[in-house]
């Protein structure tokens, strides 16, 4: 049960740190559709369940271990971000809603953004492999482990939901109405400054 309450208390720390996560959330509820955002939420929580999933394989071990097939797991990542902060940037919308690069078609494509965005996310793979699998080895304790996937996944959803409901209230909506492509600009350079960094640490990290 200690060990749980830690776990519960770093994925909540986690969650609180402003990251690709909360960007793409934010830039979702832009266009004032929470039930894409929804989508979005519940791909987000999805990404965090296949981390945990391969926690439990033992695949974040095996990359914590190999140089190689880390670094391009978070140079595919970084490339994710890039370009999630490059078609923020060239966005162009003047009205709420307009932010043609985040406005999902379909719940689907919303899903996959929020997957995708947790999945490939760099600082996500260095949370699960350096700060997770220490705390939870495969086949320790199958029970915990379990609990583990389903808490987390719960606190994800909740979490980003309650962000994505937060910010379709109308006084909210108001300050997005009047700043919202400021904001999705600010926040795109913020990603693509995040990604870019890790790269070229990364790269550094190869070459060097």
Known sequence: MEKL???VGIHFLALASPGPDFIVVLRSSLSGKINKTIMCCIGIALGVATHLLMVYLGLSIILSQS???YSIVVVL???WLIKMG???IKSN???FGAQTAINYSNGL???RDGYLTNLLNPKALVYFVSVISPLI???EDNALFSMVGVIFTCMTFAWFAFLALSLNTRS???VFEKYSIYIDHFFSVIILILALYILYTELVKVFI
């Open 5 to 7: 309450l830690i776990l």
């Open 67 to 69: 140089k190689i097939l």
């Open 77 to 79: 990542g970084c490339l």
């Open 86 to 88: 490059v078609l923020g």
């Open 93 to 95: 919308g003047s009205e």
């Open 109 to 111: 494509t919303a899903f």
């Open 137 to 139: 080895r495969p086949g």
């Open 172 to 174: 909210i909506k108001k």
